[in-house]
């Protein structure tokens, strides 16, 4: 292609790109740096339906003039980044130094909300990821082995899950897996424990939130795989069975190293999506044991008081996340890349 | 539920605009202008917001949007200008957001022009300036079931103290296994009964004139201990209990003492399918003291409406018009209408399910603080508090939490330094 070409070619895509995403980051990344200016403070006299008290309110013409003055707000540097809601740099540096064991130590992280919540998403992440990669890849080997007339069906109901909104589907789960619930219920019967409540606590919410993220991610990991058997290369597994390899022989030899670009491409994804966990802290109203950066991001637009300087610093902190998460996989596609031009 | 709620919401409004369409020229004394309202939804705003939408005609346009999560739209859809709303539904912890991001306009004209049948005690003052007309008065009080204290011996509690004591004979003698029901859901439920509590106490939130917290005390650790004590009678799972679910439990027969908001108390055995024993078992009294204190462990709230700043004259006399419309007295000639809230409308006659929320004011309970941080601390204990309430911290490392996750916050937004 010419690069005149190549260019009009790619100009569109250009274009929407730094649209969509070059610009969101830097507004992000320079909201993370401001923040609101100094509030400048009035005693006034309020009265309502209760009678009158004296309290304190925001000196609006005052502060009109600040913003006036400077748009964006008070520079801040990295301080929101380093603060306590963030990276906690000093408090960090105290436990530390404070430090009793080693166990200490993690116990008084854990107590940190950013650390408490990269301790859930990355646990989340490395369990939940593998897990639905193996069943994926097990429910498209089981369903490709069907009777072609059996297929469409079993197709269609191994993606519901997939095709179920996260917060729909996690608020469903939520209701069922309730004392009283059918799920709920059952466990109870079958582990013997009438008290049993998936729901008081926390490693049990870490196990549902876990299953649920395999539930609603395997289809995807299953669809890919699938697409990919199709392409399958007869005439090698052909020879495989001439040789008398087993079934598994086959897989292992055959399948999986056909199938093993996917597997890159589907981690990929899953690493990305996972790592930005959310929708079943909400729908299983699991922010008392779990939390993850996305639901902080959330919990600071949605409290009585924006924090948007706050949002926009854990924002930058996700997107570094995933690009750290992202990074080996990311290299072992331009060393392939590399290696095959 | 949920589909039920949202299905009444559709129709409500859908038939709030077929009304509007057929009476063609609606009385409200509108010429032009657009009214575009975004706020809570319950019962009473519903009604308020169908009030609002039946002034339309062929040159307004009247819009709501009530949505439980109007608290996250609300700032963002009015600081555009022209703004997305014209109108914000709001209470008197809501209010502060709007006005420190200096979205709402003071409506002193307006009243002087249009607001002559307002009443004074509706108008929200702040600096001498109305930025505010209210017309519903809110308060968390006792709900209990009449027929199992009954059964239990138990009278009905005025101190929280008697409450535990009341929930442990019931558990006791096994007529429930959590006698207790509450809205502890992390996050903004389980920070308001903090406020409660604490205020309960006695205790103050800020350092005097200042914005430095100060709840890491004597009477903070009592406030926590007393959450904790009474939610070893509640269900496991208190944590993800907000006041819906709360009710549910409540509905469901497995609740004999809750401490519940007084707007939910209309509703909470009308629903279908009650246990016959729940609809005739089910009582209010006033809102509950605790350690001996006089004031009771409650806020008072109200609910009102705000016009936007950055709207035309126009658009603002019509959303003004619209919404003094749909509070005028006549509204509650409606029965329903009348049991809705506590109205602070004229003409109001209490109703059985408003004796709650009367019986708090009459007991000098204290109004949520309208402080421009208060919003702040509010979301540092609804994130803090839940390890304590699990038993997995102390309650002086729970404030300690409490406390810096606030400084961080204040410091964020300029009343720290």
Redesign the interface.
């Known amino acids: 292609m010419k690069h005149k070409t190549f260019f009009w070619f790619f100009l569109p895509t250009a274009l929407a790109m730094l649209l969509f995403i070059a610009f969101p980051i830097i507004s992000v990344v320079i909201q993370s740096l401001f923040t609101p200016h100094e509030a400048v403070l009035l005693t006034v006299e309020n009265c309502g339906p209760f009678g009158c008290k004296t309290e304190t309110s925001i000196d609006q013409e005052a502060t009109a003039a600040l913003k006036l003055a400077e748009p964006l707000g008070r520079f801040a540097g990295l301080s929101i980044y380093l603060d306590r809601g963030h990276l906690a740099v000093d408090e960090v540096a105290a436990l530390w130094s404070g430090r009793e064991s080693l166990g200490g130590f993690f116990d008084g992280l854990k107590n940190l909300p950013f650390y408490r919540a990269m301790y859930f998403t990355l646990t989340y992440t490395f369990v939940v990821t593998p897990l639905l990669i193996v069943l994926g890849f097990a429910i498209a080997v089981g369903v490709n082995s069907l009777h072609r007339h059996l297929k469409g069906l079993v197709i269609f109901f191994s993606l519901l899950p997939m095709i179920v909104t996260p917060l729909i589907g996690s608020l469903i789960l939520f209701w069922m897996i309730d004392s009283r619930g059918v799920l709920g219920s059952a466990i109870q019967f079958l582990a013997d424990d009438p008290d049993l409540s998936l729901k008081a606590s926390t490693a049990l919410t870490w196990i549902t939130l876990m299953v649920y993220g395999v539930w609603h991610s395997a289809p995807f990991a299953f669809v890919v795989f699938y697409a990919g058997l199709q392409t399958l290369p007869q005439d090698t597994l052909e020879s495989a069975m001439i040789d008398g390899a087993s079934r598994w022989q086959q897989i292992r030899y055959v399948v999986i190293p056909h199938l093993m670009p996917l597997v890159t491409f589907v981690a990929l994804i899953q690493l990305m999506d996972n790592f930005r966990v959310f929708e079943p802290i909400v729908g299983f109203n699991a922010e008392a044991h779990a939390t993850s950066l996305s639901w902080i991001i959330f919990n600071d637009l949605g409290g009585e008081t924006r924090l948007l300087s706050s949002a926009a610093a854990t924002s930058v902190l996700t997107i570094i996340g995933v690009a750290i998460l992202l990074s080996p996989v990311l290299v072992r596609t331009w060393r392939d890349f590399n290696a095959k031009t | 539920m949920f589909l039920k709620k949202i299905t009444t919401a559709v129709a409500i409004s859908i038939a709030a605009t077929a009304a509007a369409q057929a009476a063609g020229h609606s009385n409200c004394g509108i010429d032009a202008g657009r009214v575009n309202i975004v706020g809570n939804e319950f019962p009473a705003i519903q009604t308020v917001g169908a009030g609002a939408v039946a002034c339309a005609n062929d040159n307004v346009e009247v819009k709501t949007n009530l949505t439980a999560?109007h608290?996250?739209i609300n700032?963002a859809g009015m600081t555009s200008n022209p703004a997305e709303y014209t109108s914000a539904i709001v209470a008197?912890?809501?209010i502060?957001?709007l006005?420190?991001e200096?979205v709402i306009r003071p409506l002193d004209d307006l009243v002087a022009k249009y607001g002559q049948d307002l009443k004074k005690?509706?108008?929200?003052?702040?600096?001498?300036k109305v930025m505010a007309v209210?017309f519903m008065?809110n308060a968390q009080h006792l709900v209990y079931r009449a027929d199992v204290l009954e059964e239990a011996g138990v009278e009905v509690p005025t101190t929280y103290e008697e409450m535990l004591a009341g929930a442990k004979k019931i558990r006791d003698m096994g007529i429930l296994e959590n006698p207790l029901g509450g809205s502890y859901?992390?996050?903004?439920n389980l920070a308001q009964e903090f406020n409660n509590m604490y205020i309960g106490h006695g205790g103050e939130f800020f350092k005097p004139?200042s914005?430095e917290v100060d709840i890491n005390n004597e009477k903070g650790v009592a406030t926590l201990t007393m959450l904790k004590s009474l939610s070893e009678y509640m269900?496991?799972?208190f944590?993800?209990h907000?006041s819906n679910a709360t009710n549910a439990e409540y509905r469901a027969g497995n609740v004999a003492m809750m401490n519940m908001w007084g707007s939910r108390a209309a509703g909470l055995v009308t629903e279908e399918g009650v246990p016959q024993e729940v609809v005739d078992g089910f009582a209010i009294a006033g809102p509950m003291t605790v350690a001996g204190g006089d004031t009771p462990a409650t806020t008072?709230w109200?609910d009102g409406w705000t016009v936007a700043k950055n709207i035309s004259d126009e658009d603002a006399t019509a959303t003004f018009k619209a919404l003094t419309k749909a509070i005028e007295p006549a509204i509650l000639d409606d029965a329903e209408v009348a049991t809705q809230a506590v109205w602070?409308i004229d003409g109001y006659e209490p109703t059985e399910a408003a004796k709650g929320v009367f019986a708090a004011?009459a007991a000098n309970s204290v109004?949520y603080?309208?402080?421009?941080?208060?919003?702040?601390l509010?979301?540092a204990l609804?994130?803090e508090l839940?390890?304590f309430?699990?038993g997995k911290?102390s309650a002086e490392?729970a404030l300690a939490?409490v406390e810096?996750?606030y400084?961080?916050?204040a410091?964020?937004?300029?009343?720290l330094?």
């Open positions: 999560d608290q996250k700032v008197n912890s809501s502060v957001a006005m420190n200096d005690n509706q108008l929200i003052t702040v600096n001498g209210a008065a859901k992390a996050g903004w004139g914005a269900s496991p799972d944590l993800t907000d008072l109200w602070l004011a109004p603080p309208m402080v421009p941080y208060q919003g702040l509010h979301s609804g994130a839940s390890d309430m699990q911290e490392q939490d810096a996750a400084t961080a916050a410091k964020e937004q300029g009343f330094n």
